[in-house]
């Protein structure tokens, strides 16, 4: 049996705020930090340890993983960082509120915009000094592999090679794995490790900060899933998660 954590950062600054994120690199909110070190020690109380952890180039996941390995007394453990893993790219939304947006343009096409399988936000203009090719943080990048905005679909096409290339064969070492990263990379995730249709994936939604436990058998497939925590309060995240889009 193989076991596998995933981990959404704890609230941002812009989740607070109720803006479209993706690849702004906003912090962790007050909450958010309480959020990531509950979580490190929930996953310390139920005897989970870690040989490697994956997290974004984001500093809400990075943050999240420090500060939940710091209570969890691992805070030496090997951290590998990676664009891979980013949220997924939120184009020209980025930086909008998600209410506003949706009294703008209506609910229905705030849901498409955040839950859809392949339908792009609008694109940044590629001299937006957003565009990651002119940011520093993705200077090592090749260019041509950085997005102006992305569907689930694109993400999953960056996020699931780079677990099977990366991640998968560390974990058929034995090495137990945690992934901190984002609402979207690990939908990504999650719709390949269950095998959801892409209606499925519309209805699913992250809760900050709480760990998502995944077991596989012997071949593989996955066993078990289970978030650590509170049941009812992390229902509750989820609803907020989904109401987001809401008008208000
Ligand atoms: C959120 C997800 O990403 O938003 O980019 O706004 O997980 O990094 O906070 P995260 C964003 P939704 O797709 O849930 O609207």
């Given at each position: 049996m193989k076991t596998l954590v995933l981990l959404r950062h704890g609230e941002s600054e812009w989740n607070l705020e109720n803006k479209f994120t993706g690849w702004t690199d906003v912090d962790l909110s007050t909450k958010g930090i309480e959020e990531a070190k509950n979580a490190g020690k929930l996953l310390k109380e139920k005897g989970y340890d870690f040989d490697i952890a994956y997290t974004s180039y984001l500093q809400r996941a990075i943050h999240t993983l420090q500060l939940a390995l710091k209570e969890m007394g691992r805070e030496n453990l090997p951290v590998v960082k990676t664009w891979?893993?980013?949220?997924?790219?939120y184009g020209a939304l980025q930086g909008l509120n998600k209410a506003e947006t949706a009294k703008k343009y209506g609910e229905e096409q705030v849901q498409i915009w955040r839950r859809s399988f392949d339908i792009q936000p609008p694109a940044l203009k590629?001299?937006?000094?957003?565009n990651p090719a002119r940011q520093e943080l993705y200077?090592?990048?090749?260019?041509?592999?950085?997005?102006?905005t992305e569907s689930l679909k694109d993400t999953i096409a960056r996020v699931i090679p780079y677990y099977e290339q990366e991640i998968l064969p560390k974990m058929n070492e034995k090495k137990r794995v945690i992934i901190a990263a984002h609402g979207n990379s690990l939908r990504a995730l999650m719709m390949y490790f269950e095998g959801l249709t892409e209606e499925e994936i519309t209805k699913v939604n992250i809760p900050t900060g709480v760990p998502l436990v995944y077991e596989f058998d012997d071949q593989g497939k996955m066993s078990k899933k289970f978030y650590l925590g509170d049941a009812a309060e992390i229902e509750a995240k989820m609803k907020a998660v989904a109401s987001q889009g809401k008008a208000k």
């Open positions: 891979k893993l980013n949220e997924r790219h590629p001299e937006d000094d957003r200077n090592e990048i090749d260019k041509a592999d950085l997005p102006l």
